[in-house]
């Protein structure tokens, strides 16, 4: 025998016993496919099943989302000689881990598996994470069947993975009241939302939603944070431009999770009541003003020479068109907050003719405040009659917001002159005055006028005929056959 045979018997002989032992090995019931990583005193075997319900188990009982491999040699129950027993040992939970698992083989690929054949609720009861199940950890011992006095030992953690299974919920109902003076950027109200699922499954953000056909919808004027649920103000408020009886909005929250691929939604719906602020000044009312946004935009009034007297209410009127009627200076709070108005003559035009009058201010039954003006200092009545006063209403409160109206005095003569207007209403009595003046006047005139063209009638009658021609009185004579001896003598024959 060559020493190179030798060696060559030597090298089979050495790879027939690595050969024999790793079968030997790898045919071994019990022993570990890889070796677990040592979390204990026990090698352990780590697994993974995702929660279930009970219509997942009934309707996927094979999902291998609720099953995981058993990385151990043999084939379970299996009398061949390969055979093993298993028994998961009850010391770590208060339930069976037999109970929630079955331990099998199985037949088309040979491998050993847990599969999950009880619910389990990952989540828990409650948000917290207290009550989660993350891992179920039991004690497994494996027996190969050829000698059950052998017997291996593992810890095996099974991992429960979460499945999006529940909708984030507001945790209660949200109302608040908030004044619309608020500025832009404030913090109105926080909401907040639970979701009992893990990561992003349980990974919530705010938004606001639109909602149709809501006057009242708020999704203009307020904002959420995104992560935190803060409601804040968006754009300036308006208490006075919802409708009456409506001063509120609707916001409508959406929360959402983060699943994949359908993550979960649930909503809440903020009621904001806003409350009146003091962002108006008063305004001067009156039947027959030009408004604009519920005041009156340039408030005149204006009163007859005749009506001002010393130490007495200047009657004013105001006019509409060609309609003028009495009315008194009133004034109120824009603002539902009813503020205090006080009343004072601020300018006269031409200046200087303040001190002429005075201005007092009385509070009447329906909020309105009413002016009384007087005159306490003789005018003539060719000044007064250009003069114009300036008069404001100014709130009561430290913002002393404040309207503007004018007062101008006119002739009688003057009103129907230009314009041709009248004064209707009570003071109708006054216009009929003037009216009958008028009509007395014109009465007066055209029966002069009717004398005096009757009399130039009768005076150029006479002048006629004082200057008829003589044949017309010979035929007279002839006609009438008389004889006139007065005539005769002077007639030249
Ligand atoms: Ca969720
Ligand atoms: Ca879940
Ligand atoms: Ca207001
Ligand atoms: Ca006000």
């Not at 708020?218 to 009886?245: C, T």
Request: proline share 5%; hydrophobic share 35%; aromatic share 8%.
């Amino acid at each position: 025998m060559t020493l190179k045979m030798l060696k060559m018997l030597l090298s089979a002989f050495f790879m027939c016993i690595v050969l024999t032992s790793k079968v030997t090995k790898a045919q071994k019931a019990c022993d570990p496919i890889d070796n677990g990583p040592y979390l204990g005193v026990l090698p352990s075997l780590l697994m993974s099943v995702s929660e279930a319900t009970e219509e997942d188990l009934r309707m996927y009982p094979l999902d291998p989302m609720f099953s995981s491999e058993l990385r151990l040699m043999g084939v379970i129950d299996s009398v061949s000689p390969n055979g093993m027993i298993i028994t998961p040992q009850m010391d770590y939970q208060l339930v069976d881990p037999s109970e929630i698992f079955v331990f099998e083989t199985d037949a088309s690929s040979n491998r050993n598996r847990i599969r999950l054949v009880r619910p389990i609720d990952r989540d828990g009861q409650t948000a917290s994470f207290d009550d989660d199940i993350n891992t179920l950890k039991f004690t497994l011992k494996c027996q190969p069947k050829y000698n059950t006095s052998l017997e291996r030992l593992y810890t095996v953690h099974v991992q429960i993975l979460d499945k999006n299974d529940n909708s984030p919920h507001f945790v209660e109902t949200y109302e608040v009241e908030i004044n619309e003076l608020l500025p832009v950027g404030s913090t109105v109200i926080t909401v907040s939302a639970e979701d009992r699922d893990l990561n992003l499954d349980g990974n919530i953000t705010y938004s606001v939603v639109q909602i149709a056909n809501d006057l009242n919808d708020g999704s203009r004027l307020f904002d959420v944070d995104a992560l935190h649920g803060n409601v804040k103000v968006r754009n300036p408020l308006d208490y006075e431009s919802l409708p009456v009886n409506q001063k509120f909005y609707n916001l409508r929250i959406q929360v959402q999770d983060a699943g994949m691929p359908s993550p979960m939604s649930s909503f809440t719906t903020v009621k904001i009541t806003v409350t009146d602020g003091d962002d108006l000044g008063p305004f001067f009312q009156y039947t027959g003003c030009q408004e604009h946004k519920g005041a009156c935009a340039w408030p005149e009034y204006s009163a007859y020479t005749k009506d001002v007297q010393k130490n007495k209410e200047i009657r004013l009127m105001t006019t509409k068109g060609t309609e003028s009627t009495y009315a008194d200076i009133q004034a109120k709070d824009m603002d539902s907050l009813s503020s205090e108005i006080q009343f004072s003559i601020i300018a006269t035009t031409p200046r200087g003719f303040d001190l002429h009058f005075s201005i007092s201010t009385t509070i009447m039954a329906n909020g309105y405040y009413r002016a009384t003006l007087n005159l306490v200092s003789e005018i003539d009545t060719n000044t007064l009659s250009n003069l114009q006063i300036l008069i404001k209403a100014e709130e009561a409160t430290f913002r002393r917001r404040h309207a503007i109206a004018s007062v101008r005095f006119m002739k009688p003569e003057e009103n129907s002159n230009t314009g041709g207007s009248s004064v209707s209403g009570q003071q109708t009595s006054s216009g009929n005055e003037i009216t009958s003046l008028n009509l007395g006047l014109i009465i007066a005139v055209a029966v002069a006028l009717t004398l005096i063209v009757c009399l130039s009638l009768v005076v150029i009658v006479i002048a006629c005929r004082r200057r008829s021609p003589p044949d017309d009185k010979k035929n007279l004579m002839t006609t009438s056959g008389h004889s006139n001896g007065a005539y005769n003598e002077h007639t030249p024959l």
